[in-house]
């Protein structure tokens, strides 16, 4: 069974960081592009930020440009998202995925994890 389980999520104020942590199991994605999204209450669940395999390119959505950062450690089979500098905005469930690439991450990941929440207070 392969699972993608997210932690690191909790409450913090406006400003504050936090880092999010996705561990996975059941097989490697040492070779599989992954990224993180995240669904705001009453919003369309969003694109936040992808990493190629290798570690090497990454992506961002505009909105979080420059305050996200997103980082793997393949020995670990783990994905980081540390965010700062949260606003309220930021306040979501974050959920991980993993794709073979970044073209099928960013349209239809082949694994999700069931989500962290993170909100921000102003």
């Known amino acids: 069974q392969v699972q993608l389980v997210e932690s690191g999520g909790g409450l913090v104020q406006a400003g504050g960081s936090l880092r999010l942590s996705c561990a996975a199991s059941?097989?490697?994605?040492?070779?599989?592009?992954r990224g993180w999204f995240r669904q705001a209450p009453g919003k369309e669940r969003e694109f936040v930020a992808a990493i190629g395999w290798s570690g090497g390119n990454t992506y961002y959505a505009d909105s979080v440009k420059g305050r996200f950062t997103i980082s793997r450690d393949n020995a670990k089979n783990t994905v980081y998202l540390q965010l700062n500098s949260l606003i309220p905005e930021d306040t979501a469930v974050y959920y991980c995925?993993?794709?073979?690439?970044?073209?099928?991450?960013?349209?239809?990941?082949?694994?999700w994890g069931q989500g962290t929440q993170v909100t921000v207070s102003s």
């Open positions: 059941g097989r490697t994605f040492a070779s599989y592009a």
């Open positions: 995925a993993a794709a073979p690439s970044i073209v099928t991450l960013t349209s239809s990941p082949a694994y």
